[in-house]
């Protein structure tokens, strides 16, 4: 302490942003620290919600592993509560973010852009940017929990929750405001993670999606018109990738198809928090990397124990729903360079050269198989628990090391070329989204043929030559086709629960080892107890009182 002590120094009454912005890289470094929030809530706590909630993901118990106090069969079985982390976790986050965008926007509109070698017109861009990220976290928020409280600035303080159309207004303006004032990104210009005039569009066109379930006010027609002319490149040129992987892949910051990615560089905005959920202790191996996994996460299953690809229920059963042919389906391997191929673990778990790898728990120096089951095989046999596999119950406490396909959605590198470890985008905005729901949107109008034709557009890059031997056709598209190719084009991109409910399924239908609660309220997360607490003003959501 005596060290620090220095009696003739000068004190500031305050700091400004005229005295803390010297140049164009502050205002840039302030510029971005909200969107390094953003890279983060897309993530964790905000996959979990959209994602084990509902009907292609699931942490199972397995054997000593991954009870954590039942918390990943409360949100399984739909039985979370006001004091869950992940709940808590994301109203902050929610707000934070919020709080972080008008922080630095109140910052920026009081710089003379000039003096700092910029123009005006970039200052209006990046406040426009800033108002567009507020609307994305608000979005979310109204997702999850309906209703909360609009801040404006950072005056306020313990403010009660306003109405869920007025929180859908207030975003609905200010992506109005930000269409007009971003800049489009000019063609062939690699993404970098800013937002541009397409993404504020492409953020309204999902707000009318998906109105419905935050207001009853149907606004498909609107999203169509929106979603079109997205297509039509009014808000700047964009195209579906040609190749598959595109989007996701090592280089995606340069597919045309990203309408908003967020940059992801090792040891910088790292895209790296699923790792150690999805992937078994030892599969550093097959990756030949130096980083193990908690062996947590999964697919939910396809088959039941016996083999035989469960018929009870029409939800769920992701990997099988893949088309066979589907270059995706394969299991993933890293080629070297830029290249791989497959976006799964699934089979005999082995090293590149070929060799096995073997368990740690129930299969204990014996190889790894991952199968897209749930059941205590190890349990079966002479002397053993269960005679014969038919005996086997599948549900969320009876996992095992090796159960369930694991999903490679963003590729994996050998530690040899480390320089390329999550290095691949975040995407947050895809164009095949945008196709998607105008394919909806037609679907809602009973328009089926132009609903398949563009769904097709993006299913014809996952086989070879084009060739989709399982197209959509207007006699196979329904309510459930349309489900799972939102679940096979957008598996593990955190969106699940949000199209459930746009469907009246989240609380409605089954899937695996999940029985429909028929209770509404459900569809939308309580507030929690720990918000409560610090603001009294805050009502908690129907149905959990």
């Known amino acids: 302490m005596q060290s620090c002590l220095k009696l003739d120094q000068e004190f500031y009454s305050e700091v400004t942003p005229s005295t ?28 979990r919600l959209q994602e084990y909630t509902a009907d292609n993901f699931a942490i199972t118990t397995k054997g000593r592993h991954w009870y954590n106090g039942g918390e990943n069969e409360r949100y399984h079985y739909h039985r979370w509560t006001p004091d869950d982390n992940w709940i808590w976790g994301t109203w902050r986050g929610t707000l934070m973010g919020v709080a972080l965008c008008l922080d630095v926007k109140s910052d920026l509109a009081q710089l003379d852009y000039e003096k700092l070698t910029m123009t005006a017109e970039d200052q209006v861009a990046h406040l426009a ?57 000019a063609q062939d210009q690699e993404t ?7 993404a504020a569009a ?19 027609t609107e999203a169509k018109a929106i979603a079109t002319d997205i297509i039509d490149n009014k808000y700047g040129t964009y195209s579906l990738d040609g190749d598959w992987n595109g989007p996701h892949g090592f280089n995606n910051n340069k597919s045309p198809e990203l309408l908003w990615a967020i940059p992801s560089k090792f040891k910088y905005l790292q895209y790296d928090w699923f790792y150690a959920d999805f992937y078994h202790y030892n599969t550093r191996q097959y990756f030949d990397q130096d980083m193990g ?30 088309t066979a042919g589907d270059v995706r389906k394969q299991p993933y391997v890293y080629n070297g360079g830029d290249d791989y191929e497959g976006m799964f673990i699934i089979g005999p778990h082995k090293t590149p050269d070929g060799r096995p790898i073997n368990g740690g728990e129930e299969y204990k120096d014996k190889p790894l198989t991952f199968v897209d089951q749930v059941g205590r095989f190890s349990e079966v046999g002479p002397d053993k628990k269960y005679n014969s596999i038919e005996q086997l119950p599948s549900k969320m406490s009876e996992g095992e ?9 963003v590729p ?3 530690i040899g070329n480390n320089d390329k470890r999550w290095g691949a985008y975040n995407p947050v905005i895809r164009l095949a989204e945008i196709y998607y729901i105008l394919a909806e949107c037609h679907f809602r109008e009973g328009n089926l043929a132009e609903a398949a034709s563009l769904v097709n557009q993006v299913r014809k890059r996952n086989f070879a030559d084009q060739v989709d031997p399982n197209p959509v056709t207007s006699t196979n598209l329904d309510k459930y086709r349309l489900l799972d190719e939102w679940s096979i084009e957008f598996l593990g991109e955190g969106r699940r629960r949000t199209d459930l409910i746009r469907w009246n399924a989240f609380v409605t239908e089954s899937w695996w080892d999940h029985q429909p609660s028929q209770s509404a309220h459900l569809n939308r997360f309580p507030v929690p107890t720990q918000a409560i607490s610090g603001n009294n003003n805050l009502q908690p959501n129907p149905g959990y009182n």
């Open 192 to 198: 970098e993670g800013s937002l541009y005039k397409v």
């Open 401 to 409: 090391e090796n159960t369930g396909v694991r999903l490679v959605k």
């Open 293 to 322: 996994g908690n062996n947590g996460a999964h697919l939910t299953p396809s088959r039941q124990p016996n083999g035989n690809v469960y018929t009870s229920f029409k939800l769920g059963k992701p990997y099988e729903k893949f």
């Open 129 to 185: 940017q800033l108002d567009a990220l507020i609307a994305f976290f608000y979005m979310r928020g109204l997702d999850y929990f309906g209703g909360m409280p609009i801040f404006t600035s950072l005056e306020g303080e313990s403010l009660p929750r306003n109405t869920d159309e007025e929180l859908f207004k207030h975003i609905e303006t200010l992506l109005q405001n930000a269409i007009e004032a971003l800049p489009e990104k």
């Open 412 to 414: 994996i590198p050998n």
């Open 202 to 220: 492409a953020m309204l066109a999902q707000l009318y999606f998906n109105a419905e379930s935050y207001i009853s006010k149907p606004m498909y």
């Open 20 to 47: 803390f912005f010297k140049n164009k890289s502050d205002v840039y470094a302030a510029l971005y620290r909200p969107f390094t929030h953003a890279r983060w809530y897309v993530g964790e706590d905000r996959w």
